[in-house]
Nanobody
Framework: QVQLVESGGGLVQPGGSLRLSCAASGRAFSSYAMGWFRQAPGKEREFVAA????????NYADSVKGRFTISGDNAKNTVYQQMHRLKPEDTAVYYC????????????????????WGQGTQVTVSS
């Protein structure tokens, strides 16, 4: 079992930055691939970014490439998402999720492949 707790959300102006954190308890991060997803009001939950500990590879949604960076600290069992140049359309509840590190690269963005989820943290981008 893995428990995930997100933090770091808040209100930020367009063009600003935030860093989200996801602290995990349970098995070590090295057993998992970690993902960030988001859900805006009235919309479906969507993939944002993922990191695979085994090879330290990362994946990003096209909408956040060049603006968001996912990283992790295995010693702290924490994954981060640094977000820059935030836009109003980035407003959403952001969720951290975990899946097996053996997941295929072409399915790492698939929501149903993730077994463990945090409770989410709200990010609001507004002036």
């Amino acid at each position: 079992q893995v428990q995930l707790v997100e933090s770091g959300g808040g209100l930020v102006q367009p063009g600003g930055s935030l860093r989200l954190s996801c602290a995990a308890s349970g098995r070590a991060f090295s057993s998992y691939a970690m993902g960030w997803f988001r859900q805006a009001p009235g919309k479906e939950r969507e993939f944002v970014a993922a990191i695979r500990w085994s090879g330290d590879s990362t994946n990003y949604a096209d909408s956040v490439k060049g603006r968001f960076t996912i990283s992790g600290d295995n010693a702290k069992n924490t994954v981060y998402q640094q977000m820059h140049r935030l836009k109003p359309e980035d407003t959403a509840v952001y969720y951290c999720a975990a899946t097996s590190d053996t997941i295929a690269s072409d399915t790492i963005a698939t929501i149903n492949n993730y077994s463990y989820w945090g409770q989410g943290t709200q990010v609001t981008v507004s002036s």
